[in-house]
């Protein structure tokens, strides 16, 4: 189906995804996690297990909590020199054993395509994130993500295409007069 032809309200996620997914595995380091989620330009991934199963999500969110830890394990130690606020990654500290599913958020957010647009909304607000794993529905495997910048998007567009159709209303009703 194409999200031309289709009202705001009746898109789903297979409409409004990003089908190019970054998948991380969750054997990976966390430096190498933050490395490819850089060079990809995205602020997050679904976690993926050795059969591509979606098992969570690493986020800048995760990298910031790291972060946070870290600091409070350093303070009990005495103190420190700050090296990065709290949004950077140190990526010349952070130990070759850290693994990337020690740090993930586990139990993603997922839906599968035809979840209405509504709904993803709404699951983001309630879930307080920024983006879902689409899945397929059998695999369980991630073919795509919505982000709130797809659903922007989406509001965008067809906002652009309300006053077309306004205009279009208006000559109508003038040329019944």
């Not at 430096?31 to 986020?59: E, F, K, N």
């Not at 709904?119 to 795509?144: C, F, K, N, T, Y």
Request: charged content about 20%; glycine content about 8%.
């Amino acid at each position: 189906m194409n999200q031309h032809t289709k009202s705001l309200m009746s898109l789903c996620a297979a409409d409004i995804m990003s089908a190019h997914v970054v998948m991380v595995p969750r054997e990976m380091s966390l430096q190498g996690a933050a490395r490819m989620l850089a060079r990809a330009g995205v602020t997050g991934a679904p976690v993926v297990d050795s059969h591509g199963r979606c098992i969570g999500v690493l986020s800048a969110t995760d990298f910031m909590h790291w972060v946070e830890k870290d600091r409070v394990v350093g303070a009990a130690k005495g103190p420190r020199e700050s090296m990065c606020s709290a949004w950077q990654i140190p990526t010349d500290s952070i130990e070759p054993t850290c693994r990337v599913e020690d740090f993930m958020t586990k139990d993603p957010v997922i839906v599968v395509g035809g979840t209405r647009i509504g709904e993803l909304a709404r699951m983001m607000m309630d879930a307080h994130i920024h983006r879902l794993i689409v899945i397929d529905g059998a695999s369980q495997r991630p073919i795509g993500i919505v982000s709130t910048m797809d659903i922007l998007a989406a509001v965008a567009r067809a906002d652009k295409k309300q006053p077309a159709a306004a205009a279009t209303a208006y000559a109508m009703a003038g040329a019944d007069r």
